[in-house]
Each structure stands twice: as C-alpha cells, then as structure tokens.
C-alpha cells in the first residue's frame, strides 16, 4: 500500500534532536537526558508532534481518497455529485374491504405497521375502488428511510394505524425490500472517481457507470458493455451481491436512457448479470505437530476474505493457484488441494461470479 501523502513530517525524534540542538546553541553547553531544559523541551515536542499530526489529517482530509463525512461532501459537490441518501423499504399492501361498501376512496398516507412495532409502511398514492369491489392493492414505502425496513415477511406488515370504514384488514404481498441506507464514503468515492466520464453525455463507458450508480445507494458496481451496434446494456450487482430488483432497474433506465444523457443513437437497456455460482472446497495437508485446529482457523479467514473481497464485483475471475496460496500457511500447511472450484472461472463484465460456501478439511499430515 502507498505510504499516506504528508506535508509535516511526524519523527519525534527528529523534533527532539532539533530542539536540544537549538537550546544547546543558545545555552552554550551540552544538556544532558535529565536536565530540566531537556525535560521541558520534550514537553514542546510532544506539542509540536501533535500540530503537525493535525495538519497531515487537516491535508489528506482535502483528497477525495482520504476525506470522510462531510468534508467529503464539500469536494465532490465541486464537480456536481452529492451523497445519495437514504431510501425507504416498499412494499405492496392489500387491503381486503367490508362486504356491501359503495364506491369509496382509499386516500394516500394510510399506515400500516409492522407486527414488531419497529416499521411502518405509508400508501403512496389514493386509491378510487368501485362498489363491491372485495380488495385492492396498493404500493406502500418505509416511514423511516434506510434498510431497517427490509426483510418483513408476507403478512407481517398489517397493523393499520389509520382505520378505514370500509377496510376489514391489510397485509404485505411480498417480503419488504429496497430499503437502503445513504450512500458510503466507500461507494461516494467509487462514483465521483467516474464522474469526469460524465461531463458530457453518456457516451463513455465511465459515463453510463457514473449515471447508473447515481440511482441507488444500494448499488456497488455496474458494467457497460456495447452488446450489439449501436446499443449499450447496464449490468447492475447490488449490496452483499444481490440482483438488482426491478424498480432499482427502473431507475436505472429512467436516468440512463433518458434523452439529455444518452446520445442519440444509443439504445439504453437494463439486465442482470449473469450469475456463476461456486464453492470452496480444500484439503489440508499438515506438517506433523501443527494445531489443526490453528491451520484451519486461519485457512477459513484467508478464504473468507477472499469471498468478501469479490462479493460486490462484476467480472471477477476464480483462480485456483490464488486459492491454494491462501491455503498454504509456512510451517504448517504441507500442501493443499483445491477440490472445487475444478477448474478457473473466467468471468466477463456482464458475469457475477458468487461464491456459496467453504469447506476445508485435513486429510493427513507430513513431516516434511
């Protein structure tokens, strides 16, 4: 890793020497460890030590590479791209309706809450119901924006905070979802790093990557890829390596495709990527004496992080000389032997390639 870009250099030693020198000078004779100027001129290091601290934080926090919170938001706001914030949870509610009821309207921002009592879902739009009409459905999103919304299961949003006389009773259709929260310092980084390719249209491969990841915070990486003349497909991948769901897709396409981004003769789609699954599977050879227990700690928390590494990447490769380099651990690792994936997984822009689980074992052991 590149050693973190300073103005001030931070050797307190160096700070110390140059002080003693300078009072030895003035004092005219040598000090030694103990003396007293020695002690206070060490107290003045210390000081100047941590000014010169806060001024190398005070730089780097002017470099979009090494700025957070905030201060970040300053720098890229200078070249137009702000933090993404947070979104609510959506969800379809249905709402069944008392038997004999004459045409009625169902108006927007009834509330529903979840079992739990930790969410509550808010109808987005009025509904107008007919006469004798049994149910309907409606598009409700999160009151509190942010992923806390996530993950209802179907008929665990159906607490009605706002009675109706005509609704006997409302639940989710489907698990709640979509809900995000604002966008990283990680991921404001990744996007303002693509914005330069945007600054005319969305020719640029750069460009089309720039605008789609502007349309959720949820997402981690998209691919461009020109699939046919004249026509340029969006290979969205989300948080933790999901698809994107389709009003994420949506909203990709709405910026995207949109006439003053696009040029002309660009045709805009939106696609999930295609997915390789894999697993991990190696076995151990130890040296003789080695903790198994150790080897195998260690080995899973290479390979662990190997997994998270990709997790939110298209176009990743699977290399299995990688994997077994991970594995072998000096001094306690004899050999290992990659049992699956079998073979390299080559994956283009458009491939996900997701791993679904780790097996290590020890088969044996080697004095070596």
Do not use: W
């Not at 009072?23 to 002690?39: F, I, Q, T, W, Y």
């Not at 045409?103 to 987005?124: C, E, K, Y």
């Not at 409606?138 to 159906?158: F, L, R």
């Not at 396409?253 to 006439?259: H, K, N, R, Y």
């Amino acid at each position: 890793m590149a050693e973190l870009p300073s103005i001030f250099s931070e050797d307190v030693v160096e700070i110390q020497q140059r002080l003693q020198a300078n009072l030895e000078k003035g004092l005219g004779r040598s000090l030694a460890p103990g003396d007293v100027e020695v002690l206070i001129s060490n107290a003045f290091a210390y000081e100047i030590l941590l000014l010169r601290i806060s001024g190398n934080q005070a730089f780097r926090s002017s470099l979009i590479d090494f700025s957070t919170g905030s201060i970040l938001e300053y720098l890229t706001a200078l070249i137009g791209v702000s933090r993404l914030p947070a979104v609510g949870a959506v969800c379809t509610l249905r709402f069944n309706l008392v038997a004999g009821h004459n045409a009625v309207q169902l108006p927007a921002g009834v509330r529903v809450q979840s079992v739990d009592g930790q969410a509550i879902f808010i109808t987005a739009a009025a509904v107008d119901i007919a006469a004798e009409v049994n149910s309907i459905q409606v598009a409700a999103v999160c009151k509190t924006p942010g992923e806390k919304g996530n993950g209802y299961d179907i008929g665990n949003v159906s607490i009605i905070l706002d009675p109706q006389p005509f609704v006997s009773d409302a639940s989710n259709l489907e698990k709640t979802s979509n809900g995000s929260d604002a966008e990283t310092d990680i991921q404001l980084r990744a996007r303002v790093k693509l914005a330069a390719a945007s600054f005319s249209v969305a020719g640029p491969k750069g460009a089309y990557e720039f605008f789609a990841k502007s349309a959720d915070p949820t997402i981690v990486d998209v691919k461009s890829v020109t699939t046919n003349p004249g026509e340029v497909t969006l290979y969205p991948l989300c948080k933790d390596g999901t698809l994107a769901a389709q009003p994420i897709k949506d909203a990709i396409l709405a910026i995207c495709g949109d006439e003053k981004i696009r040029p002309q003769n660009d045709t805009v789609l939106v696609a999930d990527p295609s997915v390789i699954e894999y697993q991990i599977t190696v076995q151990l050879t130890t040296y003789t004496g080695a903790i198994n227990a150790e080897v195998l700690a260690q080995v899973n928390a290479a390979l662990n992080d190997y997994k998270q590494t990709r997790l939110n990447s298209l176009g990743v490769d699977i290399v299995i000389s990688q994997i077994n380099a991970l594995c072998v651990i000096t001094g306690k690792v004899y050999k290992a032997v990659v049992i699956s994936p079998a073979a390299d997984i080559v994956a283009d822009e458009s491939t996900y390639t997701r791993c679904t689980g780790i097996t290590v074992t020890i088969t044996g052991s080697n004095n070596g």
